[in-house]
């Protein structure tokens, strides 16, 4: 019912910035809450930022707090995470999802739609 598009990623130095962005089809966007996850090689899909409905309040986990900011456009139907201070342990497959729901925002299960990952690689 929902279709998510990442994209704005690609290669990096260590210290530079990106900026990702997630498109959403559908005339609800504004209802759906929406986060950020990531995914290393090797390594469990995390959670990274959300956004509430509005876009007043967001949420990070502690790793990248002070470097990356989510937000949103609802007039666009688009979300998005600035990343700056870039490290290589940033690098992953970064995914856009959301949700109708509210609570437990950084658990992956309680996303309901997902895109299809954009490729952030960040070089030391």
């Known amino acids: 019912q929902v279709q998510l598009v990442e994209s704005g990623g690609g290669l990096v130095q260590a210290g530079g910035s990106l900026r990702l962005s997630c498109a959403a089809n559908g005339r609800t966007f504004s209802s759906y809450y929406m986060g950020w996850f990531r995914q290393a090689p090797g390594k469990e899909r995390e959670f990274v930022a959300a956004?509430?409905?509005?876009?007043?309040?967001?949420y990070y986990v502690d790793s990248v707090k002070g470097r990356f900011t989510i937000s949103r456009d609802n007039g666009k139907n688009t979300v998005y995470l600035q990343m700056n201070s870039l490290e290589p342990e940033d690098t992953a497959v970064y995914y856009c999802?959301?949700?109708?729901?509210?609570?437990?925002?950084?658990?992956?299960?309680?996303?309901?739609?997902w895109g299809q990952g954009t490729q952030v690689t960040v070089s030391s």
């Open positions: 999802a959301a949700r109708s729901g509210s609570l437990y925002y950084d658990i992956e299960k309680k996303y309901d739609y």
């Open positions: 956004v509430t409905r509005s876009g007043s309040s967001t």
